[in-house]
């Protein structure tokens, strides 16, 4: 069952029209939620995260929208099934129908699915660098927006290759992050990832993950500009999304990396979306 602007309905009852905006013009926002039984992991973050984006895009947020609001209709709709422990929770909120490029109103609608989803750490993760095309800096690239043709032409490419993932660049041929997630590099105790301006998402699992390692007095660490030659110089990769959590990388292009800090960073957050909502 989905939950459609509150009506839980079966996936065959939900009849979106062609002037759908989502589907004419990605005229949406997302957000991709983990939970664990029936908590949701760190709702409170993806709830104002959302928020922020609606607002950026100039989307009229109801009254009712509360994070009580959201969180009941996410729960309702997980307990309309049998989804097992662990499950991806997506809420699309997207403008309703009407205009061209100009909208004739700012007014939303909602839909939320979940999905049994349990992810497993590969001990052996290969990765890229995807060059056709660039993810363009600018704020607009750090929201969940449904435009994401760069994901999946970079995806298509991952396939192709056999790689587990690629690295996207920005128009200044700079590291931005990942196709499923940010991206970090451990050189010694020092840990970079892209800063915010270089066009990354900016992720859940990436805010909890800074907030970790500014707490540890064994890492410094820094949101900032580097090329793809700096990950092959680094001692270490991994990557970071609200699902998977922590993932290491294990080779880039002849690289092979050690794996011992990510390994150990990998674990921490996983201790943390145990024992925080």
Request: charged share 25%.
């Amino acid at each position: 069952m989905l939950n459609y602007n509150g009506q839980l309905l079966a996936a065959s009852d939900i009849h979106l029209s062609t002037k759908n905006r989502a589907f004419n013009y990605g005229d949406a926002v997302f957000e991709t939620i983990k939970s664990l039984g029936d908590r949701l992991v760190f709702f409170e973050d993806h709830y104002f995260r959302l928020m922020a984006s609606m607002r950026m895009l100039r989307m009229e947020i109801p009254m009712s929208f509360t994070l009580e609001f959201l969180e009941s209709e996410i729960l309702k709709t997980l307990t309309t099934q049998e989804l097992g422990a662990s499950c991806r929770i997506r809420c699309t909120v997207f403008r309703k129908d009407g205009g061209l490029y100009a909208p004739t109103t700012n007014e939303v609608s909602y839909l939320i699915e979940a999905t049994p989803y349990q992810y497993v750490a590969k001990e052996s993760y290969v990765v890229d660098v995807y060059k056709d095309f660039y993810n363009y800096s600018g704020m607009l690239s750090t929201l969940k927006t449904n435009n994401r043709m760069l994901n999946t032409l970079a995806s298509i490419y991952q396939q192709e290759n056999d790689l587990d993932t690629c690295i996207l660049l920005n128009e200044r041929k700079g590291v931005a992050e990942a196709i499923q997630g940010n991206v970090f590099v451990v050189k010694g105790t020092h840990i970079k990832t892209p800063a915010l301006t270089e066009g990354c998402m900016n992720g859940i699992a990436r805010k909890k993950i800074l907030e970790l390692l500014e707490k540890n007095e064994h890492y410094t660490v820094e949101e900032t500009a580097f090329s793809p030659f700096e990950i092959q110089k680094a001692d270490e990769v991994f990557m970071s999304n609200s699902l998977m959590g922590v993932q290491v990388v294990t080779q880039y292009k002849k690289k092979t990396f050690t794996t011992v800090i990510g390994k150990k960073i990998q674990a921490s957050f996983a201790l943390l979306e145990r024992t925080q909502s």
